[in-house]
């Protein structure tokens, strides 16, 4: 649990600093997913409307990857590898970006509920 004295900090980067994340507020949840992608990556994701987290060193810094329905841009840094999260190809009004919280340090993982999403099959939350 988090310590309202010393809230958990809402920066984070990659492994190598390049990109650097900023969040507008901490979550109350994250959704871990077994899709084919995220359970090989092991984000743990937070969504947020688009824009309102500051990427710093994207594009610069980033590489994206399209696949499956092509909805989807996932991003990565270019120098370390380490996955920072996702936006919709359409950047259409109301639309949402994911955050990999694993990007940030463990007090704010702490402080947040994770769900579990069957991203593989049944498309539903499992808790």
């Known amino acids: 649990m ?3 004295q010393h809230p958990p900090s809402l920066q984070g980067s990659c492994h190598c600093g390049s ?3 900023v969040l507008p507020a901490a979550p109350e949840t ?3 997913c077994n899709c084919s992608l995220c359970r090989r990556t092991g984000g743990l994701w937070a969504y947020y409307a688009l824009g309102e987290v500051a990427i710093h060193g994207h594009p610069e ?3 994206s990857y399209l696949w499956g329905d092509r909805t989807l841009l996932n991003f990565r840094c270019r120098t370390c590898g380490i996955a920072t999260h996702w936006e919709p ?3 259409m009004p ?3 970006h994911g955050v990999n919280l694993r990007n940030f340090e463990p007090s704010l993982l702490a402080s947040v509920v994770v769900r579990r999403f069957d991203g593989a099959d049944s498309w539903t939350f499992l808790d």
Do not use: M
Request: hydrophobic content about 30%.
């Open 2 to 4: 988090s310590d309202p």
């Open 19 to 21: 990109v650097r994340l």
């Open 30 to 32: 994250a959704t871990s």
């Open 61 to 63: 810094h980033t590489e």
């Open 89 to 91: 190809v359409e950047r």
């Open 94 to 96: 109301g639309a949402r």
